[in-house]
């Protein structure tokens, strides 16, 4: 089974650029995640979808960060324009409905790592 | 409020050595508790988890944790260190709810080195 994916896994940009990142998560996963990791610290949620619902954004900034999920599947988080401080690597997770009973595990990504110059 | 504290970003061992890593967690309610491990560049994995069944939790790659309610502690324990398990581990909470959701929160990770 394939896992959760995410492109690109790398990228550089300098301050003002837009950028986007990708993901497709785990096959009938009906729940995603964006969530950013700073360096030294462990992954804060951004948004969480419930198929095409964004159901949890409070933590996403959204002066600059967008995100969709149009056919609840795949998802892009968007940032316009980039600041410094946005270098960090964000990772996109994934999870069945959560009234199964999984134990609510999330499934991550390998991330993105964005370097803002 | 949920939040989770990893006492000690950094540990340091010798290959063959006991690891033990820390936990403390804080919910109103009973929750269900996570360890993630993060190679570098990658994503996390899960090494175990525990939700409310038997309060020791056996994982992947010889890794358990012990849920103790009395200490709101679920520390991760191997019993052999080796090379392999370089790498930095997440301690994570959540608090399961009927027909609702609360964040999974993670402590801010502990880093492992092992040395020969």
């Known amino acids: 089974e394939a896992g959760v994916v995410q492109s690109p896994r790398y990228k550089i940009i300098e301050k003002k650029q837009p950028v986007a990142f990708w993901c497709n998560p785990i096959?009938?996963?009906?729940?995603l995640y964006w969530y950013l990791q700073n360096l030294g610290q462990g992954p804060e949620l951004l948004i969480r979808?419930?198929?095409?619902?964004?159901?949890?954004d409070s933590q996403l900034p959204k002066d600059r960060f967008s995100a969709e999920r149009l056919k609840g599947v795949d998802s892009t988080l968007k940032i316009q324009p980039a600041e410094l401080g946005d270098s960090a690597v964000y990772l996109c997770?994934?999870?069945?409905?959560?009234?199964?009973?999984?134990?609510?595990?999330?499934?991550f990504g390998p991330g993105t790592r964005l370097t803002v110059l | 409020a949920q939040s989770v504290t990893q006492l000690g970003s950094h540990v340091s061992v010798s290959e063959g050595a006991l690891v033990l890593l820390r936990c403390n967690y804080s919910?109103?309610?009973?929750?269900?508790l996570f360890w993630y491990v993060q190679y570098p560049n990658q994503g996390l994995q899960l090494l175990l988890k525990?939700?409310?069944?038997?309060?020791l939790v056996k994982g992947i790659n010889g890794f358990e944790a012990e849920f103790k309610k009395s200490e709101t502690s679920f520390h991760l324990t191997k019993p052999s260190a080796h090379m392999s398990d370089a790498a930095e581990y997440f301690c994570?909470?959540?608090?399961?709810?009927?027909?609702?959701?609360?964040?999974?929160?993670f402590g801010a990770g502990t880093r492992l080195a092992v040395h020969p």
């Open positions: 997770a994934s999870s069945p409905a959560t009234r199964l009973a999984g134990g609510y595990e999330q499934f």
């Open positions: 096959s009938g996963h009906n729940t």
């Open positions: 979808y419930e198929n095409e619902e964004a159901v949890d």
């Open positions: 919910s109103s309610v009973p929750p269900y």
């Open positions: 525990y939700t409310s069944a038997a309060t």
């Open positions: 994570a909470v959540i608090t399961p709810r009927a027909g609702g959701y609360n964040k999974l929160i």
